[in-house]
């Protein structure tokens, strides 16, 4: 059973690169894939765990809870009395007056169907989550081949892409760059980065069973490191290289861990984190990204965060709702400036959440961002491997891509994510005795 569903597991994530790669097209592969997400967090939650299984760590409680609150609290029902002093609901309430209608009651969400509709596109991310952390989930060096062998095959295609100006899978995307599996070249290239750590990690796990001598191991990690590398740079994503240099000082570290123990190092390397955190955020005001042409006015990163503060200004501190982000922007906008291009994101995760869900979205990054910090402090403390420490370099690229773009909007992206989350919170690979030998592996 234990090898069936990590199967299984590892064929959904599988399917979610392969088919996931846009934040709102091919709606019918995510509803499958929505679907299929649906029976696999069923299945994981049903598998009960043993007492003595140290995968089965308390979850993020905190994280969690922020979730459900904010959830729940989309979809609460209020009385016109309530919901019309609302910020931000002035309108609404004056076309139910011109319809001559009687204010009915309404959810905290301006649109609870978008709101539904926009916690669907989590689902894929979540069912990893919960199978990766099953006790019959796949190990962190089953799921590093997949994600190695995906980012490489999606590096293929961009490759062919960028040379014939086809293949593209997408029918709004970045034509003439490398987006792969992906709709957009910047999701690509964060996808080939957070693949390239996994290549490290997978390169420092201790493998007794491996079967190629030191030297062609290393050279083999060498080749393909060294593809992925310019994979990413063939992507020709501006946000994309700096996580790519930020990728490889971490990798070099992954690699010689030694380092760290030098105090003025460390330094070195924070500093180095925050240059970089601030260059992706210079380079988001700068420009307006990749997809969108630097000269249309109001279609500039800088217009997108201006008008999303004055969002979540009106707005808070409910929020207008998980979803409404793209039926609520055209308000915002200057109207001499508007074209035939729409906005579909705010081009910032976390500023998208504050605009949606105001202070509960809030207090959700803030639970996520401590759970992130603890993890960190745990890791030092303990010393733990060094593969732990890539697993929190993922995440990290990640969360820093989403202040300048929308990473975690994309289905493919957010999986990576989610079972990255379960793997950090859990021991790196399983004890041998649950593979049939009888001795501990530390990871």
Request: with cysteine; aromatic share 12%; proline share 5%.
């Amino acid at each position: 059973m234990k090898n069936l569903f990590s199967l299984v597991t590892l064929v959904f994530l599988v399917l979610t690169v392969l088919i996931g790669g846009s934040s709102s097209q091919a709606l019918p592969a995510n509803a499958l894939l929505q679907f299929l997400a649906a029976i696999l967090i069923g299945w994981a939650i049903a598998i009960k765990p043993s007492s003595d299984d140290p995968t089965c760590y308390p979850s993020l409680r905190w994280v969690w809870l922020a979730s459900a609150l904010l959830i729940v609290f989309q979809f609460l029902p209020m009385p016109p009395a309530f919901w019309t002093r609302l910020p931000g609901r002035d309108g609404v309430a004056d076309g139910f007056v011109l319809l001559d209608v009687a204010l009915p009651w309404q959810t905290i969400s301006m649109s609870p169907w978008a709101s539904l509709g926009s916690l669907t596109w989590l689902l894929p991310a979540a069912a990893l989550y919960f199978a990766v952390r099953s006790p019959q989930g796949p190990d962190l060096r089953a799921l590093a081949r997949v994600i190695v062998t995906l980012a490489c095959a999606s590096l293929a295609l961009g490759v062919m892409q960028r040379v014939t100006g086809a293949l593209y899978l997408y029918r709004v995307t970045n034509y003439g760059l490398s987006v792969g599996f992906f709709a957009n070249a910047n999701h690509h290239a964060t996808f080939l980065v957070c693949a390239l750590l996994f290549w490290v990690i997978l390169y420092v796990l201790p493998d007794k069973r491996r079967g190629l001598s030191d030297a062609v191991r290393s050279n083999l990690f060498y080749l393909i490191a060294l593809y992925l590398t310019i994979g990413v740079i063939l992507c020709g994503s501006l946000a994309g290289t700096i996580l790519l240099v930020l990728a490889l000082v971490f990798a070099a570290f992954l690699l010689k861990p030694q380092w760290l123990a030098r105090r003025n190092i460390r330094l070195g390397l924070f500093a180095f984190l925050i240059a970089g955190a601030a260059g992706s955020v210079y380079i988001g005001m700068s420009t307006s990204g990749f997809i969108l042409d630097t000269d249309m006015p109001g279609m500039s990163r800088t217009d997108f965060w201006r008008n999303g503060l004055s969002m979540v200004l009106m707005y808070f501190p409910f929020g207008s709702g998980l979803g409404t982000f793209q039926e609520l922007y055209p308000q915002f906008e200057n109207v001499d400036l508007v074209g035939r291009t729409y906005v579909n994101h705010a081009h910032n995760d976390y500023l998208e959440l504050l605009i949606e869900t105001g202070v509960s979205g809030g207090l959700l990054i803030a639970a996520f961002g401590a759970w992130l910090v603890m993890r960190i402090a745990i890791l030092r403390r303990e010393q733990t491997t060094t593969a732990l420490h890539g697993l929190m370099g993922v995440l990290g690229l990640i969360a820093l891509h989403s202040l300048v773009d929308y990473p975690l909007r994309t289905a493919a992206i957010a999986a990576v994510f989610g079972l990255t989350i379960a793997l950090s919170s859990r021991p790196v690979d399983p004890p041998r005795s649950r593979r049939g030998g009888t001795a501990p592996s530390e990871r």
